[in-house]
């Protein structure tokens, strides 16, 4: 099982640096890592807010998401709730024919036991998470990577589908030449077990002016 994020970011980012100097240089310059993984993840809620989120950017993703929110009681995401919601009133809302079927179906494979609940996640190891997962229609491995990261503190993910990721890597050690996932987790091995970590300095990299921001993932 891996476990949440280590409390103390400092400590990882001092193992990275010292594992790999390329990557010092993008720590000294960033600062502290921010990751803030939540006290309880509810899959259900954070999924479609990631299916909503799709192809979207900033505000107009929000302001879809909040219409659907307000189409439930007490604006809370629980599947039955979300099934019994007429497909009008949510196509109204803003969410397209294929969101709204994916929606459908992740809402159908909770009910069903398809995903875990919230008591079994913490025993699950990633690759169980992202296979259950995945079975969700509209639901990838990228996908999957930012609930581990960012909503279950999972310490050791390397998201190699990431274009952002192979952008940085890219700049960082191969002078602006491709990159293939592989050779992102060959050389990955010396950040071991900080992946997310690494990761997430790497995003920074990119813009080491402004916060980070998860990357929106081509989808349905």
């Known amino acids: 099982m891996t476990p949440p994020l280590p409390v103390d970011l400092t400590a990882a980012a001092r193992v990275l640096a010292e594992a790999d100097p390329v990557l010092a240089g993008v720590i000294g310059r960033a600062g502290p890592c921010e990751i803030a993984p939540a006290a309880r993840v509810d899959l259900f809620a954070a999924l479609l807010r990631s299916i909503t989120y799709q192809q979207l950017h900033g505000r107009a993703a929000e302001t879809i998401h909040g219409r659907v929110l307000a189409l439930l009681p007490r604006k809370a995401a629980k599947p039955a709730a979300f099934q019994a919601v007429p497909d009008e009133a949510l196509r109204a809302a803003g969410l397209s024919a294929n969101k709204l079927r994916a929606i459908r179906d992740l809402a159908e494979k909770c009910l069903d036991g398809t995903l875990p609940p919230a008591r079994e996640i913490p025993g699950m190891n990633d690759a169980e998470l992202i296979s259950r997962l995945t079975a969700v229609r509209g639901i990838g491995t990228w996908t999957v990577h930012m609930l581990l990261i960012f909503h279950l503190g999972r310490p050791d993910v390397m998201p190699v589908g990431d274009y952002a990721i192979r ?7 191969r002078r602006g030449r491709a990159v293939t996932p592989e050779s992102i ?36």
Do not use: C, M, T
């Not at 952008?167 to 050690?173: D, H, R, V």
């Not at 987790?185 to 992946?195: I, M, T």
């Open 185 to 220: 987790l060959r050389h990955a091995r010396r950040w071991q077990p900080y992946r997310s970590v690494a990761s997430w300095y790497l995003w920074r990299s990119l813009d080491a002016d402004q916060a980070i921001r998860l990357p929106e993932e081509p989808g349905i």
């Open 167 to 173: 952008k940085a890597f890219s700049l960082l050690y």
